[in-house]
Every structure is written in structure tokens, then in C-alpha cells.
């Protein structure tokens, strides 16, 4: 006999009864079971009568071994009679046993249930800002940078400029550490140094001198040195200035893209990127809000261990990403100064919204009846083994046919939901 309750967050109690021929049966097995093993002195191990055994084992010894022998396939019938999957690993408590039966109770959490509606409507705007000719001429310029020389400056230092120089930094009349470096290249207005060292060194010539008076920062990564008052001196040994080539047909055709050999093409060429990335960026953005709208028409009572497996999944991703310049996870977390619960806090928002719009998804594709049909299984397969240079065969070996229809599904029901948005002008 079982029982399911379901209570909070989509977890609930299996309680389960064991009594009458059968809990009598794996009793005596369990007893026969504990009985190979005793020992009784004038008898070989296993060899002694039942009676000198039944001295030696308890009642509550014999129970218990029959519940631990037979607790998972008491568990499997139960699951199978109520028809539930858990998603979460069962615990289970022992609630009594005696010479009559054995109460059980599995504690697990189970999909659940998903209510949805309002999701044909929702708001999705993909509109992309215009690319103007200001935009074109800003990217150019950009492209001329990489290609621009630079010529030694005779007279005084711009914004944008390098200045090569030689500084000591003192602090109380004492040079620190880190504060000192010879022919050092700094472009002015690259924010590299602390907040006004840049600026003070605006108007300076080759061959000059000054003491810049200076405060570091509050929140400066040198305990010594926050909010400290200091003096660097510089020397400045050049200045030099970048110059751009001129926009015409042969910088069109040095910057080496194919089909583009005048001003006009290369224009061409780069608005048609910008419009690109634009359009990629609206749909992007477009999508996310899309995503957001959806997550908020979810109706369901999401269990923790949903969230915390998508958790879990997004640091293994993290991690993956880390190792490929070997990092560590540890090492990272040090250098952002966060605990591994600090991360964990982190994706929290992000998951549970991943997890609500996965369930309304699913929800979505059995309202509207969507199908993954065989041949699109088949495409699926297909593109992931192109997408990874693979053979389709191993790609099938590598992917449960479940898993893959239940996301060809969701990405169905998501083109349903976008197909009956309301579209933005």
C-alpha cells in the first residue's frame, strides 16, 4: 500500500506500507540472511539451529535488514503504481517497523505542474537603429587607426597623443614600489595611470620636466598607497602622434577585403556590418526580452533542486571556460574576491528564469499539440554533426533521442510564441 503527498515546491512524501505474507517473507530472508553470519559457540558459522540463532539476533535487527535489502524495489512499485519520476534523489525515513509491517517514507520532488497562459501577444520588437553616414565615417576611422603610423612631434603633447617617459613616484619624500619605470609609452587618455596623471601631462614637450602632485584612489588595490598624497617627476624623452592614412581607393585596397577596392565599396562594406551586427543585436536583445515576458506567465511551484542543478550546469561552463587559459575556479574566485557561495548567489536569478521558461516551453508544445517528428530529429542530428565536424551516427551515440526532442520541441514552441508575438514597427 502507498500514499503520495505533495507539499511545498513540488516535493512531497511517498509513504509506503509493508505488512501481511510479503513483510513476513523478507523478514525470515533477512533473518536467514543475518543467521550465515552468526556465530554460536559449539556450532560452524551459518550451521547453528534456528532457535540458538533467534537468541543471538534482535527482532529490530531482522527488520531492519529487511528494509534495507528490499527498500528500493518496495520504492520502485510505489513510484509505478502512483506513476511518478522523481527529479531529485529520494531520502528516505524509516517511520516504524514491528513484527506486523514496515512504514516507509520517501521524500523527493517530482516535475511540476505548469499552468501558462497569455503567451500569445507578448511583446517583441526587433527593430534595429538606423545606420547613419556619421556611423559608416566613426568606423572608418577606427580602421584608418590600425593602419596609421606614428611620427615624433615636435611641440606640445594631445589627448591621444604617446609620450615616452621616464617617472619615479615618492610619497613623503620616499620612491614606492611599482612607482618607477624608464621609457615607459603612455597614450594619453588611455586612463592607464591613476586619475590626473594623464592630464597634467597634456601640453608637455620632448626634453621636459615635471613633478605631477597626485592622489591615489580610496579604493586602490595597495593598502599603503589609498588615498595617499604622492609626487611623481617625469622626463619626457618624445612625443609621438599617430597619423592616418588618407581615406582613398588604395587604403580601401589595402585593408585587404575581398571584392572591396574603392572608397565607395569599402563604405558600402562597412554599413552593411553595422546593419548586420544591429540587426543581430535587436533580435539578440529582442529574444531576451521575449524570454523575460514568458518567464513571468509561469504558474508553477519550481522544486530547489531544479535551480540547483541549472546552477550547477552554468559553474561547470564557467569552469570549462576558465581552463582554456588554465585557470582554476579556486584561483578565479580569489581574484574576484567571492566565495563559492557568493557565485552560486550570482546565477540564482538567472536560473530560476532559465528553469521557468524551460518549463512554460514544454507546456507551450503540449497546449498546441507540437510534434518532433522523425525527420526533424534527423536534421537536428545533422546539424550538430556539422556544426562539430562529426559523423552522424557518432553524434547519435553521444546524444539521448529524448533529451534531443525534448529541446527540438522547446525551440518549436518558442518559434510559436515569437510567431504570435506582436511585433514591434
Known amino acids: 500500500m502507498s500514499n503520495w503527498t505533495l507539499k511545498e515546491k513540488s516535493t512531497g512524501d511517498l509513504e509506503v506500507t509493508i505488512e501481511?505474507?510479503?513483510?513476513?517473507?523478507?523478514?525470515?530472508?533477512?533473518?536467514?540472511?543475518?543467521?550465515?553470519k552468526?556465530?554460536?559457540?559449539?556450532?560452524?558459522k551459518g550451521k547453528a539451529p534456528k532457535a540458538l540463532v533467534e537468541r543471538e539476533v534482535s527482532p529490530a535487527e531482522k527488520y531492519y535488514q529487511a528494509v534495507d535489502d528490499h527498500a528500493n524495489e518496495w520504492m520502485r512499485k510505489a513510484l509505478e503504481e502512483n506513476k511518478l519520476e522523481p527529479i531529485s534523489q529520494p531520502r528516505l525515513d524509516i517511520k516504524s517497523v514491528d513484527e506486523d509491517k514496515a512504514v516507509l517514507v520517501y521524500t523527493f520532488a517530482v516535475t511540476p505542474e505548469v499552468k501558462i497562459d497569455g503567451y500569445k501577444g507578448l511583446k517583441y520588437d526587433a527593430a534595429a537603429e538606423e545606420v547613419t553616414d556619421e556611423d559608416v565615417d566613426k568606423e572608418i576611422d577606427k580602421m584608418r587607426e590600425t593602419y596609421a603610423d606614428e611620427e615624433t612631434v615636435d611641440g606640445e603633447a594631445k589627448d591621444g597623443d604617446t609620450v615616452n617617459i621616464d617617472y619615479?613616484?615618492?610619497?613623503?619624500?620616499?620612491a614606492f614600489n611599482g612607482g618607477s619605470a624608464e621609457k615607459y609609452n603612455l597614450v594619453l587618455g588611455?586612463?592607464?595611470?591613476?586619475?590626473?596623471f594623464e592630464d597634467q601631462l597634456i601640453g608637455v614637450r620632448a626634453g621636459e620636466e615635471k613633478d605631477l602632485n597626485l592622489t591615489f584612489p580610496e579604493d586602490?588595490?595597495?593598502?599603503?598607497?589609498?588615498?595617499?598624497?604622492?609626487?611623481f617627476h617625469v622626463k619626457v624623452n618624445e612625443v609621438k602622434r599617430k597619423v592616418l592614412p588618407e581615406l582613398n581607393d588604395d587604403f580601401a585596397q589595402d585593408v585587404n577585403v575581398k571584392d572591396v577596392n574603392t572608397v565607395d565599396e569599402l563604405k558600402a562594406f562597412v554599413r552593411k556590418r553595422l546593419e548586420d551586427t544591429r540587426k543581430?543585436?535587436?533580435?539578440?536583445k529582442a529574444d531576451s526580452e521575449l524570454m523575460d515576458q514568458l518567464a513571468e506567465k509561469v504558474e508553477a511551484d519550481i522544486p530547489?533542486?531544479?535551480?540547483?542543478?541549472?546552477i550547477q550546469q552554468n559553474i561547470q561552463q564557467l569552469q570549462q571556460q576558465l581552463s582554456q587559459y588554465g585557470i582554476t575556479l579556486a584561483n578565479y574566485l580569489k581574484m574576484m574576491n567571492k566565495t563559492a557561495d557568493d557565485l552560486k548567489k550570482d546565477y540564482q536569478e538567472e536560473a530560476e528564469k532559465t528553469v521557468k521558461v524551460r518549463l512554460g516551453l514544454e507546456q507551450i508544445a503540449k497546449n498546441e499539440n507540437l510534434e518532433?517528428?522523425?525527420?526533424?530529429?534527423?536534421n537536428e542530428y545533422k546539424k550538430i554533426a556539422d556544426q562539430y565536424k562529426l559523423e552522424v551516427e557518432k553524434v547519435k551515440s553521444m546524444i539521448d533521442e529524448n533529451l534531443l526532442k525534448t529541446d527540438v520541441l522547446n525551440q518549436k514552441a518558442y518559434d510559436f510564441v515569437k510567431e504570435n508575438a506582436a511585433k514591434g514597427e
Open 20 to 36: 501481511g505474507e510479503e513483510w513476513k517473507k523478507d523478514c525470515e530472508k533477512a533473518f536467514n540472511k543475518i543467521a550465515a
Open 38 to 44: 552468526v556465530t554460536v559457540k559449539g556450532f560452524r
Open 168 to 174: 619615479t613616484g615618492t610619497k613623503d619624500g620616499v
Open 190 to 196: 588611455s586612463h592607464s595611470f591613476i586619475p590626473g
Open 220 to 231: 586602490y588595490h595597495v593598502d599603503e598607497l589609498k588615498g595617499a598624497p604622492v609626487v
Open 280 to 284: 543581430n543585436e535587436a533580435e539578440n
Open 304 to 310: 530547489d533542486v531544479m535551480v540547483e542543478n541549472e
Open 372 to 378: 518532433a517528428t522523425a525527420e526533424d530529429l534527423e
